[in-house]
């Protein structure tokens, strides 16, 4: 089967960095995914990564490492709205294609 | 160009009951996935529809069953309600990695 492990709750200052890290043990790995989820709201997508490294996307970046089954996402100049959940999902294939498996969340705090 | 669409927003059922969720992809994508999210934890997969066809499935019980339409709408049906099936149901439509979720529906069981 599939797991994902990631902090369940992390607090930060706005105007600050924060990393949220991502383990996962599964078959058929293709890739890593990064959703934002406001209270109340759809899951949103951030990023993906395939292969090993560091993508930026403005104030975001995720990174992976395909070998050690990690991953994380960075939040740079934190904002009060970047206050949500946050979901690391894996891309597995399967028969007849692929599927995308979601982690529990980690609950970002943002304090002024 | 509309997103995912969802309905109904809202859904208040008795146990025992049957319930149907129905879902409008974005244009132009021909997958539809649905999840299940209970309160303060992530989508959990229930399953996968292409070209009219389950494709992927995962650890739910056969009373959750799904159809595709031509023009790729979907509908999510649950039979023999329990109170344990109130949850969050979100359709997600795709062309790749990246999946567009709908608003989603809110079930409660009583």
């Known amino acids: 089967g599939q797991s994902l492990e990631q902090p369940s709750e992390v607090t930060a200052v706005e105007g600050a960095i924060v990393q949220i890290n991502c383990t996962y043990q599964t078959s058929g790995f293709y890739g890593l995914s990064w959703y934002q989820q406001h209270d109340g709201g759809a899951p949103t997508f951030l990023s993906y990564n395939a292969l090993d490294g560091l993508e930026e996307t403005g104030r975001f970046s995720s990174f992976l490492s395909r070998s050690d089954s990690y991953g994380y996402l960075l939040l740079q100049e934190l904002q009060m709205k970047d206050s949500a959940s946050y979901f690391c999902?894996?891309?597995?294939?399967?028969?007849?294609?692929?599927?995308?498996?979601f982690g529990a969340g980690t609950r970002l705090f943002v304090k002024a | 160009d509309a997103g995912v669409t969802q309905s109904p927003t809202h859904l208040i059922k008795t146990r025992g009951q049957q319930v149907t969720l129905r879902c409008s992809p974005k244009s132009g994508h021909d997958t539809v996935s649905w999840y299940q999210q209970a309160l303060g934890q992530g989508p959990q997969f229930i399953f996968q529809?292409?070209?009219?066809?389950?494709?992927q499935r995962g650890n739910f019980p056969d009373r959750f069953s799904g159809h595709q339409f031509p023009n790729y709408s979907s509908e999510l049906n649950v039979n023999a309600l329990l109170l344990g099936d109130s949850a969050l149901y979100l359709c997600a439509s795709s062309d790749s990695y990246e999946q567009y979720f709908g608003p989603g529906t809110r079930l409660t069981v009583t």
């Open positions: 999902a894996v891309r597995v294939s399967a028969v007849g294609g692929f599927k995308t498996i």
């Open positions: 529809y292409y070209e009219e066809e389950e494709r």
